[in-house]
């Protein structure tokens, strides 16, 4: 049963940095390509950042070059580090874990995160 439980949540002043992580159990780790997501109040989820199996990444417009996407395989562990955050970056942030062979895959129950002064 695959689990997935992200931490590193909170409100911080715009501008400033929070790294997000989701620790995943029940799965073997290394073969799922794992992605953020995020989901702000009357807004559908969108995708943040993947990173493939092989470290492939993606980024979304919106948070190119403010953030990174990484994954520590011996950790089980996928983390999303993110600067320079502004107001809209506020939403909760789901963690999504999918492989090859997949008809649908698994979702994190969400951090929140608020960009305010």
């Known amino acids: 049963q695959v689990q997935l439980v992200e931490s590193g949540g909170g409100l911080v002043q715009p501008g400033g940095s929070l790294r997000l992580s989701c620790a995943a159990s029940?799965?073997?780790?290394?073969?799922?390509?794992m992605s953020w997501y995020r989901q702000a109040p009357g807004k559908q989820r969108e995708l943040v950042a993947r990173?493939?199996?092989?470290?492939?990444?993606d980024y979304a417009d919106s948070v190119k070059g403010r953030s990174t996407i990484s994954r520590d395989n011996a950790k089980n562990t996928v983390y999303l580090q993110m600067n320079s955050l502004k107001p809209e970056d506020t939403a909760v942030y789901y963690c999504?874990?999918?492989?090859?062979?997949?008809?649908?895959?698994?979702w994190g129950q969400g951090t929140q995160v608020t960009v305010s002064s």
């Open positions: 999504y874990a999918w492989k090859v062979g997949d008809l649908s895959g698994s």
């Open positions: 029940g799965i073997i780790f290394s073969m799922y390509a």
């Open positions: 990173i493939g199996r092989g470290g492939f990444t």
